[in-house]
C-alpha cells in the first residue's frame, strides 16, 4: 500500500522570516466555513498528503472516497475557453486546475478579496525564488 509522505514539523509558517519553497507544508482544517456559513472542504489531490489525527490506512480511504466524489465525471465542469471568456470562482471553494497545458495563448490573471494583503509578501518570495 502506498505510505503518504511524513509531516515535518520544520516548515517556516507562510510569511514569516526565512519562508520559501521549501516551506509549502501547512497543516489546516479539511472543512472550513465561509463568511456565508458555508461549510466548504479543504482538500485537492495534487496538495493534500493526509488527514492529521487519522491513521495513514484510514486517512487515505477518506482521502480516496471524498477525491472520487469531488472527481466524478458529474461534479466536473471543463471550460472550453473562446476569445473574450472571463470565469471567476471562488479559490478556497472550488477545485480547479488546468488539466493539460497546451499552445494557445491565454491571459490568466488573478485576483484576491480577503481581510489581509498579502502582496508583498509573495513578491518578495517570488523575487526570492526568481519568479517575478
Given at each position: 500500500a502506498e505510505q503518504r509522505a511524513a509531516i515535518e514539523d520544520d516548515a517556516v509558517p507562510r510569511g514569516a522570516p526565512g519562508w520559501g519553497s521549501k516551506d509549502w507544508r501547512i497543516a489546516h482544517p479539511l472543512v472550513w466555513t465561509s463568511r456565508g456559513g458555508t461549510p466548504t472542504l479543504f482538500a485537492c489531490i495534487q496538495h493534500t498528503i493526509r488527514i492529521l489525527g487519522f491513521p495513514i490506512a484510514q486517512s487515505d480511504a477518506l482521502l480516496a472516497a471524498l477525491f472520487a466524489h469531488?472527481?466524478?465525471?458529474?461534479?466536473?465542469?471543463?471550460?472550453?475557453?473562446?476569445?473574450?471568456?472571463?470565469?471567476?470562482?471562488?479559490?478556497?471553494?472550488?477545485?480547479?486546475?488546468?488539466?493539460?497545458?497546451?499552445?494557445?495563448?491565454?491571459?490568466?490573471?488573478?485576483?484576491?478579496?480577503?481581510?489581509?494583503?498579502?502582496?508583498?509578501?509573495?513578491?518578495?518570495?517570488?523575487?526570492?525564488?526568481?519568479?517575478?
Open positions: 469531488l472527481y466524478a465525471p458529474a461534479n466536473v465542469y471543463r471550460h472550453d475557453w473562446r476569445n473574450g471568456d472571463l470565469v471567476i470562482w471562488d479559490n478556497r471553494a472550488v477545485q480547479h486546475c488546468r488539466p493539460k497545458p497546451n499552445d494557445m495563448a491565454r491571459t490568466l490573471r488573478r485576483y484576491e478579496v480577503c481581510d489581509e494583503d498579502l502582496t508583498e509578501i509573495y513578491l518578495v518570495i517570488g523575487r526570492a525564488e526568481g519568479f517575478v
